[in-house]
């Protein structure tokens, strides 16, 4: 059975792309946190030296803002004062000035502070007509800290991609002109090393993935839902280019958002599959060699269907030139291993199977590559399916 | 199937091709780079030839005794710090030639211009436009394809191939992946079964 | 005229086999009759070229013309094979760095007489 697969990977302009992308989000998790929590810590701060004077409250009510299905409300109470002989009315209650769910909460402080009533309040006095009821931090500051998420993702995501990119998926090229020369001192390759393998081959964790993923879809969904509210509560899109066109836009990054919600559910749901490894019990496998091994997995294996374990050798090759790379891959080698009895006493069992006399070794350049790998599958009802993967080495007796 | 060394359509049989010009010689790239103060980019889509011509470029400029730097860049070949360094250093009488010039993130950039306008001349390959003056716009037309294919299947007047004007079409004019598809579309060619017709 | 030319008598090898081959030169009107030897493989196909070179003797070819004899012993590996992808060729080059005159031949390497075919 033969077959083929193909594999486009770009670089270079990705590179930047990811840069510019991962950057804007830096700075607009810089602009929300300074906004957001600095700019009330500054104020908290500097209120603390200000100057306590008397004051009676002259307005006092939850203010409710309505809008996209929610309402969220806002402590709205007025006060006078007099300072330095002069009178002032004031109408800061705290320094967080954004409203929020919650109208029990807010309800409480205006019941706290009714109309008439005389209390303290705190004035700047190299600016006598600031003032503010409660100069105490409040509880909310702390979701003020959401933009430093973005902040720090965008910052290692843009440094990443301006120094990294995917430099650490391939080694490094050579660099020629005209005749080819050697690259990297692929001719010679005698050393015992070359062709060994460890005991147990594992499986590699998907979680490096998912994370990187996770990441990019929660910054990529916070991008969209942001630019749906600003659209619907401040309508300045709408008076430029009309509201199809402004939903249309967020519309389509709003299906590239659900996208990345189901790839990084995928993703993490993968997570859970069983993990499988390979304990090899051959010292070293060369052509011509029966395999043995073992299947090891720890986890629980009885929702699988359709198990098989089976031997792959594949041909790969490489081609890049200016700003492309394509990798096309061959199967030249596919031979199913027995896997009899029930799937709870195919594990630890020892399976073997002979790597043909007449192949290729393992062997691998720059751009070129023989691949021998012992495939597992499995299919799981609604659920992502097995198919790992073990390189091993064969080489020459 | 016909094995990688036999395909006529190997990267390493594409490689030896030279680069097919519709002007009439390199003299005539060379008088334009030379009115540009010795800059210049060759500009074109993917797969058009702009590497193979700036091989030709500097084997013309070799043949004058002039000193080349020359950095390939591609997915594997990246534009690091180190090359940064070593541009930086070269002296007034070198000509720089880089070969990816989109490859180079534009904080390099920035710097390799400045450095560039100090040397004894650059030329580099690009597929978009760059504040280097444009000596060569490369591009493919059919004609040119079918000559090429023609070229690499000289030797073998039986092998049955796909309608090239299609696969030109279908491919925007980018030889590098006609080849491409070629190379897969012989590969699983039966030796013995071949046909004796070939379109184009 | 100038030319360079290997002469095997055979060009199947074992691995580690060892490979016997004459070097024929007639480098009229060069001074520098500094020659090299290279064993190496190569990669065919679909990617881009890779190459590794066992091994390179050096010598001096002493006068205009002539013949000599030499031994290399055939890697373990990389064995040659063929692939749809992708091949491996193992070549004997002879080159002369001042005259750019080279010549190659062919060989294979394989553990047994048939070549691999993937």
Known sequence: MQNQSKIYAKKGKTNIFFVLIFSVFAIMGAVFLYFMFLTPIIKITKAKKWVEVSCVISKSQVVSHSGDGSTTYLVDINFTYQYNGKRYEGGQYNFNNSSSSGFQSKNEVVLQYPVGFQTKCFVDPKNPIEAVLNREYYNDLWFSLIPLIFLLVGFFGAFYFLFNGYQKRYPKGMRYYGNLKDTNNLGKSDSDDYFSNPNVIKEVSGVRLFLFIFAFTILWCGIVLSAVSFTNTTGTTEEFFGAIFSNLVIFVFAIVGLGLILLSLYLFLKLFNPKFSIELLNNKICLGDELKFKVLCRSNLKNIEHFSISLVGMESAIYSIGTNTETEKHIFFEKDIPVNGKLDQMIGSVYSVKIPLDKMHSFKANHNAIEWKIVIKGEIAMYPDIDSEFIIKVGVK | MISAEHNPFSVSKIHKLPYRFKIKDVEAIMENWYYHNNQGMISGGHGVGKSTLLKELVFVLESKQEKIRFVMLNDKREFGLKDLWNILQLDKKSILVIDGWEQINFIYKTFVYFKIKRLKGFVGTSHVRTMVPVIFEASTDINTFLDLVAQLVSHNNKLSLPDLRILFDKHNGNIRDCFFELYDFVSDCDRENMDTTSSG | ?118
């Open chain 3, 1 to 118: 005229m100038s030319h360079l030319s290997i002469l095997l008598e055979k060009k199947q090898f074992r691995p580690n086999e060892s490979i016997e081959f004459s070097i024929e030169w007639n480098l009229s009107n060069v001074t520098d009759q500094n020659l090299e030897i290279h064993l190496f493989w190569h990669t065919v196909g679909r990617g881009t070229e890779d190459l590794g070179v066992y091994e390179t003797i050096a010598f001096n070819a002493q006068s205009s013309s002539g013949k000599k004899s030499f031994r290399i012993k055939a890697p373990a590996h990389p064995y040659s094979f063929s692939g749809k992808l992708v091949s491996l060729i193992w070549k004997i080059e002879v080159v002369s760095p001042a005259t750019k005159l080279s010549a190659s031949e062919v060989i294979q390497i394989t553990p047994s007489e048939s070549p691999i075919v993937l």
